[in-house]
C-alpha cells in the first residue's frame, strides 16, 4: 500500500527474505522521526498534567557517566516520573544508530546531524603514581616525558600527541587502552605518567594515590558537548534530563576555575 502510494519499491524480496531498499531506508528515517515528533507532543501536551515522565537513553563516558550515577538518585526524588538508562564508553557513539536521545562528546563536533551545546572545556591534569616516579624519576621539564613510559588513551588511533604549553609533544608507553578507567587503574599501579580529565582523579590526588606531574605546564583542555540528533524536537522528559547533565557539567567545569 506504501509502495503504490508513494511509487516507490521500499523493499526488496527475495527467497531469503526481506531487505529495505534505498528509498526505504530514507521512507524508515523519516517514518521514525515523525514518531518522535509525535510522542514529543503527546509528552508536552500531558507533562502539565502527569509531571514529567517516560525513558531518557544517554550515551556518556565512562568518567562523566560515573558522576552522574552518582547524582542519579537526587534526579529521581525531583523525577520519580522519568527513567535515565546510561550507556557508558569513551569510544564515539551514534546517536540514531544506538537509539539514544542524548550523547556526551569530547572534542570538536562537525557533524551537520547533531545540534551540540558546548558546555565548557574539562581541565586535565598530568599525574603518575608515588611508585612509578620513585622508579624512575619526576620530570622536570615538559622535554623530559620522552624518557619516560607514558599511559595512553588509544581510541581509535596510535599516534600520541599531547599539548602542553600550547606545543604537540610526542609520547610513547608501553600500555595502551580504550577505557579511561582502565587507564586510571593501570597508572595508579605504576603503569606510568597520564592524561586525566580533572575530576576523574582529584580524589586519588587528595589522598596521595596520584601526584601531579609538572603542574605548572598547561595541558589542552578538553572541549565537552551535550549533542541530540538535529531536526528533532526534544520532548519534555528529555529537555529535563539534558538541563540536569548541563548543570552537573557546568559544575564540574566551574569547580575546577575556582
Given amino acids: 500500500m506504501l509502495e503504490a502510494h508513494f511509487h516507490v519499491v521500499l523493499l526488496r524480496r527475495s527467497t531469503r527474505g526481506l531487505a529495505?531498499?534505498?528509498?526505504?531506508?530514507?521512507?524508515?528515517?523519516?517514518?521514525?522521526?515523525?514518531?518522535?515528533?509525535?510522542?514529543?507532543?503527546?509528552?508536552?501536551?500531558?507533562?502539565?498534567?502527569?509531571?514529567?515522565?517516560?525513558?531518557?537513553?544517554?550515551?556518556?563516558?565512562?568518567?562523566?557517566?560515573?558522576?552522574?550515577?552518582?547524582?542519579?538518585?537526587?534526579?529521581?526524588?525531583?523525577?520519580?516520573?522519568?527513567t535515565v538508562e546510561m550507556l557508558l564508553g569513551d569510544g564515539f557513539v551514534h546517536l540514531v544508530e544506538d537509539g539514544l536521545d542524548l550523547a556526551m562528546r569530547t572534542g570538536q563536533v562537525n557533524e551537520t546531524t547533531v545540534v551540540a551545546k558546548h558546555l565548557g572545556d574539562v581541565p586535565r591534569y598530568m599525574v603518575a603514581s608515588p611508585s612509578y616516579l620513585e622508579r624512575c624519576g619526576t620530570p622536570q621539564s615538559v622535554e623530559d616525558l620522552q624518557f619516560h613510559d607514558c599511559a595512553l588513551f588509544s581510541y581509535g588511533t596510535t599516534r600520541q600527541v599531547w599539548t602542553i604549553n600550547g606545543e604537540p609533544v610526542r609520547v610513547s608507553g608501553s600500555s595502551r587502552t580504550n577505557s579511561t578507567l582502565a587507564l586510571q587503574e593501570a597508572v595508579r599501579n605504576g603503569g606510568g605518567i597520564s592524561l586525566f580529565a580533572y575530576f576523574q582523579v582529584e580524589d586519588d590526588i587528595r589522598t596521595g594515590r596520584l601526584v601531579r606531574v609538572l603542574p605548572e605546564a598547561e595541558v589542552e583542555p578538553v572541549p565537552f558537548y551535550v549533542t541530540y540528533p538535529a531536526r528533532q524536537t526534544l520532548p519534555a522528559r528529555t529537555r529535563m534530563v539534558m538541563n540536569w547533565i548541563i548543570s552537573e557539567a557546568e559544575s564540574l567545569i566551574g569547580k575546577a576555575r575556582r
Avoid: Q, W
Fill in 20 to 82: 529495505l531498499t534505498e528509498d526505504g531506508v530514507a521512507f524508515l528515517s523519516h517514518a521514525r522521526r515523525i514518531v518522535r515528533e509525535f510522542e514529543a507532543m503527546e509528552a508536552d501536551l500531558h507533562s502539565s498534567e502527569r509531571g514529567y515522565a517516560g525513558h531518557v537513553r544517554v550515551g556518556t563516558t565512562n568518567t562523566f557517566g560515573c558522576h552522574l550515577a552518582r547524582k542519579l538518585p537526587e534526579f529521581h526524588l525531583h523525577h520519580p516520573g522519568i
